[in-house]
């Protein structure tokens, strides 16, 4: 499946389970879009609380500080516009609740794709398979098919808070088993990895972080036949219209 021409996108919302989960699966590809003039919205659906790697930190600190987190390194990549979901990290399940609360982003930010985490498991790369990625990916998906452009799905949406029906044209799928598409990243490499530098209560202990994704992005180029010493993100493509 071949994905709509950059030209034709005007906005885009990606949605994750996880600070930092959009900077791993797709900051070099997003930093592309914004350099175009294309608004990338970000939809965090956890509050991160389980993550970081510092004992001494309260837990009650923790969604705090990945909201700062995420916030800088959004900017990182040209993206300001970012909302938290605040569900509890660990516990997230694609609840009809969920699906609602996607479903009012989707409509407040018009997107024409969407980045999406993959609802199935990845059985080659066991981590990119967290049960949180899964159920952000389940309830994203629902929300584009059939809700966000259902009059008639959380009908409250429409008739009190005044949100239209949105129809998402395209979603991207991140960690996927079988990605069909590839985003040559390798100009905006440094981009991503200011932002996952931002993480640093995930990220500042792996000394082999930069060399860690530069081998991720090498194999994934390698896989499209680009250049040697070329990076590449790689996603599914799902038509949606």
């Not at 069909?180 to 200011?194: A, E, G, L, N």
């Not at 994934?220 to 790689?234: D, I, R, Y």
Request: proline share 5%; aromatic share 8%.
């Amino acid at each position: 499946m071949m994905p709509l021409d950059d030209s034709e996108i005007e906005r885009v919302l990606v949605v994750t389970a996880h600070p930092d989960d959009c900077d791993f699966g797709a900051a070099g590809t997003i930093a592309l879009w914004t350099a175009k003039g294309i608004k990338v919205s970000y939809c965090i659906c956890t509050n991160g609380d389980q993550g970081g790697e510092d004992p001494n930190v309260p837990r009650d600190e923790m969604p705090k500080i990945r909201q700062r987190e995420q916030r800088e390194a959004g900017v990182a990549v040209g993206v300001t516009d970012i909302t938290f979901l605040n569900y509890r990290d660990g516990w997230l399940v694609p609840t009809i609740e969920l699906r609602k609360d996607i479903v009012r982003q989707i409509r407040i930010s018009k997107p024409d794709r969407m980045v999406i985490q993959s609802p199935e498991r990845n059985w080659d790369r066991l981590f990119s398979s967290h049960p949180d990625h899964m159920a952000a990916g389940e309830a994203a998906i629902q929300a584009v098919y059939p809700d966000s452009r259902n009059a008639f799905a959380f009908e409250d949406l429409l008739k009190v808070e005044g949100l239209e029906p949105w129809r998402v044209k395209e979603v991207w799928v991140t960690s996927t088993s079988n990605p069909d598409h590839y985003v040559d990243i390798t100009t905006t490499f440094d981009k991503k990895m200011k932002a996952l530098h931002a993480h640093v209560s995930q990220t500042a202990h792996n000394e082999n972080l930069e060399k860690m994704v530069r081998e991720w992005g090498e194999r994934n180029a390698e896989a499209n036949n680009l250049p040697a010493g070329s990076v590449a993100e790689v996603f599914k493509i799902v038509n949606t219209n």
